[in-house]
């Protein structure tokens, strides 16, 4: 069973500062994908990666695929008070179905 | 563009009755897959859909049902409810597979008492 794991659950920050969310797997994914979820909404796609050890780059969100493609990781610099929410990855298998992890909830304090 | 739309967005049911959920998706989206969120579980897959076929289907019990019409709409059913299934059911719409990029709905939010 693939399972994907996410780190921390729950990050209670100011505003101001740095922080990073994780997504470990020991299952290789095809492709990787972060969402933004906030209250009484449905999760946003952020953004994709495909190919292992790339970056992508959205305004202060930085995103890294592993090498492996078994991990992930969702670096925010600057954190903002429009930033709070609930972030999830989801991995794509070699049968295209998502894998989800249990989700970050973030608080950026002002 | 409009977007995923499901309806209704409040439920409230007492157990052992049953209830059937709607989504719209977006137009020329052909592929619908439905979740069930639950604080510090994630996003359950419960199926999805394609051209009216069940194409992938999770681990869950057979009361939990759905169906997809020729206009690639979507509902699924959940009979003989209990109260651990009290979570958010959310829709989410793509164009050809359930690995593509997902456009969600709000969601429905079903309490059961």
């Known amino acids: 069973t693939q399972l994907l794991e996410q780190s921390p659950q729950f990050l209670s920050i100011q505003e101001g500062e740095n922080l990073t969310v994780y997504c470990n797997s020991s299952?290789?994914?095809?492709?990787l994908q972060w969402y933004r979820q906030e209250p009484g909404e449905g999760p946003v796609l952020l953004v994709t990666?495909?190919?292992g050890g790339e970056v992508k780059k959205l305004k202060r969100l930085t995103f890294q695929f592993g090498d492996a493609r078994k991990d992930s990781s969702l670096h925010i610099t600057a954190a903002q008070p429009g930033d709070t929410g609930l972030y999830l990855c989801?991995?794509?298998?070699?049968?295209?179905?998502?894998?989800w992890g249990a989700g970050t909830k973030l608080i950026i304090k002002p | 563009k409009a977007g995923v739309t499901q309806t209704p967005r409040y439920l409230i049911k007492t157990r052992g009755q049953q209830v059937t959920l709607s989504c719209s998706p977006i137009s020329g989206h052909r592929s619908v897959s439905w979740y069930q969120q639950t604080p510090g579980q994630g996003l359950q897959f419960l199926f999805e859909y394609f051209s009216e076929t069940q194409r992938n289907k999770g681990n869950f019990p057979g009361r939990f049902s759905g169906r997809q019409f020729s206009n690639s709409r979507s509902e699924m059913n959940v009979s003989t409810l209990e109260l651990g299934d009290s979570a958010l059911y959310l829709c989410?719409?793509?164009?050809?597979?359930?690995?593509?990029?997902?456009?969600f709905g709000s969601g429905t939010q079903l309490s059961v008492l």
């Open positions: 299952s290789v994914f095809s492709s």
């Open positions: 989801a991995g794509a298998g070699s049968n295209y179905q998502l894998i």
């Open positions: 990666v495909v190919t």
């Open positions: 989410a719409s793509s164009l050809n597979r359930e690995g593509e990029k997902l456009f």
